[in-house]
């Protein structure tokens, strides 16, 4: 299969204005990206039963998911559902190209909300940039200052809400009221919020242009029945305003400029298929709307594979979307079966090393052993403790309270009057609610 080719071209070598443009893409990227974004906002702070809707807790080594409570030992089912999440971009490019980037990246969501304060607070585009060309008045300094604050608020919640997923944002905002932030989180909290600020408020395109790997690879990904936005040069060209006087066909395309204004990376998609694009759609909105009032068939920018513009059949089922699409679903059964086998009880259960065994007054043999356990959406508040041979003895509690996020270790001593010499094989088994456990160890005894 030919590997697509890609150009890596931009209109604008200094600071790029985006006009703003409504349209149907538009309005289905807002459908797209403000869910998202909302619940991205929501899931740290909303709760059930007091608990986050979803965290991934470091210090307690649990995951919280919508109510179900995972251990740390669960965290290969986030991998699974990672796997399904590259697999599906996958399928989603070689299907429409970087339809991802355009209507639910992070970086482009959140570009699209810098812009939109941008173009509120200091006007359209073309204000925009004739304010810079201009000597610095105070009414524009103003309005620039009201707009960096507005985006440093914007960064500043989007920090404290993703620093939320990890650490319970109530507490967070409890310990920052009264100044006791850890050092770590207060680096974090700043690294989030510049990082936040930059990339979408600053350095925006450039993230797309320079930093994304996806950019670079997209054309192994493509073939030539990918639905990409794309320019239909026969239909377009010869530009109107270019026409010379003895040309006798007259291309839909008046040379107006407006899909370059509107575009969030400053490409002219006239070009053809470019690294940067995100297919974002804004282009083909402009474009639509200058042939709507032209009167003129509406598509001269569309989504189109290069079998179409070629004039060939498009095919949509192809062997590697299939390829795809399979991997994915794999990945996806798999992830929902583990969900289904996720640890409810867990114990760790280990010998001491310094000692290997002590013999007591009584002529007891004895073994020394740390317990920890923790209990994961299992009804149990205690969690018994057993030992087979039965001639082996627990000392120390053999009914240990069990606690959400109580994971410390317990010392344990077993001892036996009828001690087999050397090593011995024993079992210990851990029992709460209907949920048991058996953890094979090794006891000593004098030869």
Same mark, same amino acid.
């Given at each position: 299969m030919q590997k697509i080719p890609v150009k890596d071209t931009t209109q604008n070598e200094g600071k790029i204005y985006v006009r703003l443009m409504s349209g149907r893409f538009q309005t289905l990227r807002r459908i797209i990206s403000w869910p998202m974004l909302t619940a991205f906002f929501l899931m740290a702070w909303l709760r059930i039963d007091g608990e986050p809707l979803l965290m991934f807790s470091f210090s307690n080594h649990r995951i919280l998911i919508f109510g179900l409570e995972l251990s740390w030992y669960d965290?290969?089912?986030?991998?699974?559902?990672?796997?399904?999440?590259?697999?599906?971009?996958?399928?989603?490019?070689?299907?429409?190209?970087?339809?991802?980037?355009?209507?639910?990246?992070?970086?482009?969501?959140?570009?699209?909300?810098?812009?939109?304060?941008?173009?509120?607070?200091?006007?359209?585009?073309?204000?925009?940039?004739?304010?810079?060309?201009?000597? @610095?008045?105070?009414? !524009?300094?103003?309005?620039? %200052?009201?707009?960096? =604050?507005?985006?440093? &608020?914007?960064?500043? *919640?989007?920090?404290?809400?993703?620093?939320?997923?990890?650490?319970?944002?109530?507490?967070?905002?409890?310990?920052?009221?009264?100044?006791? @932030?850890?050092?770590? !989180?207060?680096?974090?909290? %700043?690294?989030?919020? =510049?990082?936040?600020? &930059?990339?979408?408020? *600053?350095?925006?395109?450039?993230?797309?242009?320079?930093?994304?790997?996806?950019?670079?690879?997209?054309?192994?990904?493509?073939?030539?029945?990918?639905?990409?936005?794309?320019?239909?040069?026969?239909?377009?060209?010869?530009?109107?305003?270019?026409?010379?006087?003895?040309?006798?066909?007259?291309?839909?395309?008046?040379?107006?400029?407006?899909?370059?204004?509107?575009?969030?990376?400053?490409?002219?998609?006239?070009?053809?298929?470019?690294?940067?694009?995100?297919?974002?759609?804004?282009?083909?909105?402009?474009?639509?709307?200058?042939?709507?009032?032209?009167?003129?068939p509406l598509g001269l920018i569309r989504f189109a594979s290069e079998s179409e513009l070629a004039g060939e059949t498009y095919q949509l089922v192809r062997p590697r979307l299939i390829g795809y699409l399979t991997v994915m679903l794999i990945a996806l059964s798999v992830v929902a079966y583990g969900f289904t086998q996720t640890t409810d009880l867990l114990v760790e259960f280990n010998r001491e090393r310094d000692v290997m065994y002590t013999v007591q007054g009584n002529g007891e043999i004895c073994n020394f052993y740390k317990v920890k356990a923790e209990v994961f959406n299992l009804d149990a508040s205690s969690m018994h403790i057993a030992v087979q041979p039965s001639h082996y003895k627990v000392y120390g509690k053999t009914d240990i309270e069990l606690t959400s996020g109580d994971a410390y270790w317990r010392a344990m001593r077993l001892c036996t009057e009828q001690p087999t010499p050397g090593k011995s094989d024993i079992k210990m088994l851990f029992t709460a609610a209907d949920r048991s456990l058996v953890k094979p160890t090794t006891f000593f005894a004098p030869h």
């Open positions: 965290l290969q089912l986030l991998g699974g559902l990672l796997i399904a999440g590259a697999t599906f971009l996958f399928f989603l490019s070689m299907l429409a190209g970087r339809v991802w980037c355009g209507f639910a990246c992070p970086q482009s969501v959140w570009t699209w909300i810098f812009i939109r304060i941008e173009d509120w607070v200091e006007g359209k585009a073309n204000r925009r940039a004739k304010q810079d060309k201009q000597p @610095l008045q105070t009414s !524009v300094l103003f309005r620039r %200052l009201v707009k960096h =604050g507005l985006w440093l &608020l914007v960064s500043v *919640l989007t920090a404290v809400s993703f620093t939320g997923y990890f650490i319970d944002v109530y507490e967070l905002l409890d310990e920052a009221m009264q100044f006791e @932030l850890p050092i770590y !989180v207060v680096v974090w909290l %700043l690294t989030v919020i =510049g990082f936040t600020y &930059l990339n979408a408020g *600053l350095m925006r395109e450039q993230i797309c242009l320079h930093a994304c790997p996806y950019s670079r690879f997209q054309s192994v990904m493509l073939d030539q029945h990918s639905k990409v936005v794309s320019y239909d040069l026969n239909r377009g060209e010869p530009r109107s305003i270019k026409q010379s006087a003895h040309q006798s066909k007259k291309g839909d395309c008046v040379d107006c400029t407006l899909c370059i204004q509107v575009c969030p990376v400053g490409i002219d998609i006239r070009q053809g298929l470019q690294a940067p694009c995100i297919n974002c759609g804004a282009c083909i909105d402009a474009c639509d709307s200058v042939m709507k009032k032209l009167s003129k």
